[in-house]
């Protein structure tokens, strides 16, 4: 039975050290003097702030019918088994939002960033969204996660040719049946993590999963351009880069083969 590509890789067990190794990657500060934005007395859950923070950086690029568009599909979803919220809901939701990115428009972000599950897995709370609560320490790093992330969009990548939350279609096996990527333009794969750690065995696995499936998919031509895969942090504002040339065809062939399932 094939799973996304996160659930493939929870079932991976990598040397020490990893497949692609942290010295493998370059590190770069973006600013010198940014400081770790810590989880410390942080009111929403990691994941959800990762989500919102991801969520509204697509916001101020591209607005919010297409930021929220797997919440939408979450909120459809839900509207078929309960036959509660869907597309009203969303819509109305939606209407709350600014790029001002004050409270309110933070707070509904989050609220409809709990929806996502519901097109992941299937399944969670759907109330949950009542009980979030914005502190002020809460909002002040999502709001500046989101503008240190649209910073790194702006200095790393072509803004013109930048694509987001896109699939691999046409890339697909049957290990791996599911999986979207953050961003991407035509020399570069991105991939935004927000979190405490600077970095993880299973991220680095993950974007040369991501770029292998690219060459196999209807996209391979623009794939086969990209030279660099990125990780980026808002919350350290680092960036992590590997050259693709890095990659031999022996850990191409691998990772293709057993991992992938080509």
């Known amino acids: 039975m094939g799973t996304t590509v996160t659930g493939r890789l929870k079932e991976i067990k990598q040397p020490r050290g990893g497949l692609i190794k942290k010295s493998d990657f370059t590190k770069e500060l973006l600013n010198p003097d940014s400081k770790f934005i810590s989880l410390t007395d942080e009111s929403l859950n990691p994941a959800l702030v990762g989500l919102t923070v991801d969520y509204l950086t697509r916001y101020q690029l591209y607005g919010a019918e297409k930021a929220f568009a797997i919440s939408r599909i979450g909120l459809h979803n839900l509207e078929i088994s309960t036959g509660h919220f869907g597309d009203q809901f969303f819509l109305e939701k939606i209407a709350n939002l600014n790029h001002n990115l ?9 609220e409809l960033a709990s929806f996502d599950t519901f097109y992941r897995t299937g399944y969670g709370n759907p109330y949950r969204y009542k009980n979030l609560k914005l502190n002020e320490v809460t909002y002040e790093h999502i709001k500046a996660m989101v503008f240190r992330t649209l910073n790194f969009l702006k200095q ?74 990125g990780i980026y942090n808002p919350r350290y504002n680092l960036l992590l880069s590997l050259d693709t040339n890095k990659l031999t ?12 399932g080509y």
């Open 249 to 260: 065809p022996e850990l191409r062939q691998f990772i293709d083969i057993k991992i992938i």
């Open 102 to 110: 004050d409270q309110t428009t933070i707070l509904t972000a989050a």
């Open 156 to 229: 790393k990548t072509d803004e013109k040719k930048l694509v987001t939350d896109f699939n691999f279609d046409g890339g697909y096996t049957q290990t791996i049946i599911n999986g979207d990527g953050d961003f991407h333009d035509n020399h570069g794969l991105w991939d935004l993590k927000v979190s405490k750690q600077q970095f993880s065995t299973k991220w680095s696995l993950q974007i040369v999963v991501y770029y292998l499936m690219g060459l196999h998919s209807y996209a391979a031509k623009i794939f086969q351009q990209m030279q660099t895969l």
